[in-house]
RNA sequence: GCUCCCAUCGUCUAGCGGUCCAGGACGCAGCCCUCUCAAGGCUGAGACACGGGUUCGAUUCCCGUUGGGAGCGCCA
């Protein structure tokens, strides 16, 4: 779109980015691509679950997605306020807030309410109990001065006196939806705490800020009509409504943050030994979570019981695929196609899948924009995210994961620089994230062992060393002694010394390699074999060998 | 329970009345290549939820059913 555009990001400060949001972020972002504005505004109005250190966290999962916000928070050289439309954390614009709630009380659009949360709960349980939804009563013995003397020295919420009348919403991606007034009751603007709720909050600030085009999720849809007469009655404009579909967890129930702990949970559930349950009761809150299902753990703490138990988390917020190592454009690239389609075919004649954030920018428009929910694909996510990561040059990927050891794994780094050049060359095409290039499950893995720490699959020594005729074991001895005599340990000249072995022995070439492999490896599967035993050494090579031909009997 | 939204291969989607015995991607299966793996090449299986309309003609439009999702807070 362009010029004239002005989006909007506005996430409440809680947690880390969901991906739900940064699918938002990067839609919102694209829209104003090409003369518009983006600005980020943090809506930390819920003061007991805000944190700055959440906000901060948001700021930098967007920098390392690669949205730029024009206004906003400052960070690492993004944002500033241009227009002088800040601030852009909610609580700091609470004179803005009231300045709003006394024109509308003062009109009477707005009044006082003093029902207590406690009340308004039993209300509600009362209705569940009919079977119905709550719908806020106006007081039957209204009296409007009263209210306002009350107003002054009591605790109480300010309500928006919700017109009688249907509002139709028009969505640019939903089309044209109507609300019955039945449905519509008098919300709150203002909390006890005299901070504004999120609806009161939102039309303020996008008015005052200038938002031209809303976009969010579409669990927002029902709020739309508040906003909307909220805006007629301040006299705002309604701006363009986008409501996109939500992201799914794979098997189509709500993607959420709680999945994490939930997870946790099962494991502990599932274990028959009773041991993780043990480790749980060592834990800060461990017991009172046993015994309430509703609870949840620091998420801190769930990460670090996941690692020690085996569990594979979810991955719901951008930290947790930068954790994974997957490329940022990749989690751009994935996500935008996540209920967007660019339409368009590539050079081979395929509908185009693989893009950057560029192209986005400049493909990207709300027309093209799906309506259904849409599931979260990881094994898609992960094929996309190897072929990026294929397609870097040698020194790029180097580059990008010696940022991410820096962050995730600082042991890989004490490790000499000419080594890991030459381990990130071997594993680099066998990689799905950056972090497959420094586990010990990765493809490389064998080398960031011990040699005695080596666990001999049993399956490729029975296959790999028992059988044959002559027997594996036996070229292996013979391979080591060739080996021993190579003169310059460079995968070339291991594979060529490998070959003429071979060939002397009237063999496959696989015959000699694969015993190798398994002496050196531990498992039948490894990158080519001179490039495998280069990165050992010629010493931890031959160890390798002598401990197998020892215990692989 | 009420309100709203949605509905094409397992998943993400293309398709905006005839171009569709429905195309692509991921995944899956087979074959080729090959010292194993990865990559690459080729091939294959795999979907318009159902029922009514409208129309000369429906995947495409309308209604209903079913299924899925979201919302119903002094959370956002």
Known sequence: MGPGVTTRFAPSPTGHLHVGGARTALYSWALAQGG??????IEDTDRARSSESAARGILEDLAW????WDEGPAFEGIGGDPRGVGPFFQTERLPIYDRCIETLVAQDRAY???ETPDELDGLRSEAQRRGGAFRYQRPADWNRDAALARMAREPHVVRFRMPREPVIVVDTVLGEIAFGEEQLDDFVLRKRDGVPTYHFGVVVDDERMGVTHVLRGQEHLG???RHVALQRALGFRTPVYAHVPLILNADGSKLSKRDKDRAVREAVEADASGRKRERILGVEGGRAWLDDESRQLEPRIVSELADEFGVELPMIEVEDFRRAGVLPQVLCNYLALLGWSPGEKDAEGRDLERFDNAYLAAHFT???VGRGNARFDREKLLAFDQDAIAKLSEEEFFESWSA????YSPRMRERDEAWRRRYAAMVRTRCRTLADAASPRGPGGFALLPDDALVYDEAAVAKWLRKGDPPGRALLAEARDALRGVASF????????VRKLAESRGQGLGKVAQPLRVAATGGAVSPPLGETLAILGRDAVLRRIDRCLAECR
Do not use: D, K, M, S
């Not at 518009?36 to 505004?41: C, D, I, K, T």
């Open 112 to 114: 006082p309410a003093f």
């Open 36 to 41: 518009g504005r983006f600005l980020l505004r």
């Open 65 to 68: 997605l690669g949205i730029r």
């Open 404 to 407: 991410w050891c820096a962050r």
């Open 366 to 368: 709300l027309e093209r």
């Open 223 to 225: 709020n739309t009509p």
């Open 490 to 497: 460079e995968p070339e000249p291991i594979e060529a010394a």
